[in-house]
């Protein structure tokens, strides 16, 4: 049980490295474009990671729709800055778009 522990804390604390450990030993010039997209996916599971210790004692089910939910807005968000499209229109959209895919998740049956 305390291996566990110490396991699941090593994890996290990777996961917490992962993205400036990437950003300091790479250089976006000389990346091929798919790797372009590891600082996104990094910042997302970051995210996700942190609202997941953060919300404890609700369940299971809201707490993935909520770490989800809560995770990818600034990755949207991020997604629109850095091609230069951020717009307050756009974080509306985004807002409203999470929003209503939340609801519709929490609604729907198929996440059990």
């Not at 450990?21 to 996916?41: A, E, R, S």
């Not at 369940?59 to 990818?72: D, T």
């Amino acid at each position: 049980m305390n291996l566990e522990k110490h396991r699941r804390k090593l994890y996290i604390l990777l996961i917490y490295l992962s993205l400036p450990l990437f950003i300091m030993f790479t250089n976006p010039d000389h990346l091929p474009l798919p790797l372009l997209i590891v600082p996104f996916m990094l910042l997302f599971i970051i995210c996700y990671t942190s609202l997941r210790l953060i919300l404890k004692p609700i369940s299971w089910r809201k707490k993935m729709l909520i770490s989800a939910a809560g995770a990818s807005a600034p990755v949207l968000l991020l997604v629109f800055q850095s091609i230069h499209q951020l717009t307050f229109r756009d974080v509306l959209i985004v807002g409203s778009l999470i929003g209503v895919t939340t609801f519709y998740l929490s609604r729907a049956d198929f996440i059990r």
